[in-house]
């Protein structure tokens, strides 16, 4: 069946440092692709998303690109800051409505 | 505007008892999916509803566990004869309409503790 794996944690980085999270995915047909993020103490908010391939969604100065050839969806972001520390899940929507997620990446950044 | 709202926030129970568990979707929202989430791991599909009826219940994991909307708007999820492998968070999910194009807005979720 579909399914998403997504890089271990906890990730620590300094602010302004580079970000990557890589995601690949596992699905039959064209999925949809997100990254959802869970900021402490909040609920999951929709960080970003794309619908097909060679789409890039881009939010809040993160990037992911939907490439179909490597299967894979990372996230980017060139400088982070002390407020993106949450918890990044990659995830993914076939053909049912139903959404299908990543364990969940952690980042902590620094001052 | 409200959010998805969840109550109760924090339910602890015994091993063998019934619980329900309540979802407040955004108003006007016809799509309501409920997910749980273990310690340590991202949220997994249980059911999708599209107004009142059930259009997915694949992942529910077993007879114990159902859901109802019976108005299409709050949706209670019901656990029969708990056990300690139900301790989760359990989050509520609403959309617009049912669809990939609309987005799914999370509620805070609901910790449930078996004990």
């Known amino acids: 069946g579909d399914s998403v794996t997504q890089m271990e944690g906890p990730v620590t980085l300094s602010e302004e440092a580079c970000l990557t999270i890589?995601?690949?995915?596992?699905?039959?047909?064209?999925?949809?692709l997100f990254w959802y993020v869970q900021y402490p103490g909040e609920g999951l908010q929709l960080l970003l998303k794309?619908?097909?391939?060679?789409d890039k969604g881009s939010n809040k100065g993160f990037e992911a690109t939907y490439r179909k050839e490597t299967t894979s969806f990372h996230l980017e972001k060139g400088s982070v800051q002390v407020s993106d520390s949450a918890v990044y899940f990659c995830?993914?929507?076939?053909?049912?409505?139903?959404?299908?997620f990543g364990t969940g990446t952690l980042l902590a950044v620094q001052p | 505007g409200a959010g998805v709202s969840q109550t109760p926030s924090n339910k602890v129970t015994e091993k063998g008892k019934y619980v329900e568990l309540r979802c407040d979707p955004i108003?006007?929202?016809?799509?309501l999916y409920w997910y749980r989430q273990s310690l340590g791991q991202g949220p997994e599909f249980l059911i999708y509803?599209?107004?009142?009826?059930?259009?997915?219940d694949s992942g529910l994991p077993n007879d114990r566990f159902f859901a109802v909307r019976p108005e299409g708007s709050v949706s209670t999820l019901k656990i029969q004869r708990t056990e300690r492998g139900d301790s989760a968070v359990y989050l509520c999910?609403?959309?617009?309409?049912?669809?990939?194009?609309?987005?799914?807005?999370f509620g805070p979720g609901t910790r449930l503790t078996v004990t």
């Open positions: 509803f599209q107004g009142t009826g059930a259009a997915d």
């Open positions: 999910a609403s959309s617009l309409a049912g669809g990939i194009s609309y987005e799914q807005y």
């Open positions: 794309a619908t097909k391939a060679d």
């Open positions: 890589n995601c690949t995915y596992t699905a039959t047909g064209y999925p949809s």
């Open positions: 995830a993914l929507s076939g053909a049912t409505n139903k959404l299908i």
């Open positions: 108003s006007g929202h016809t799509a």
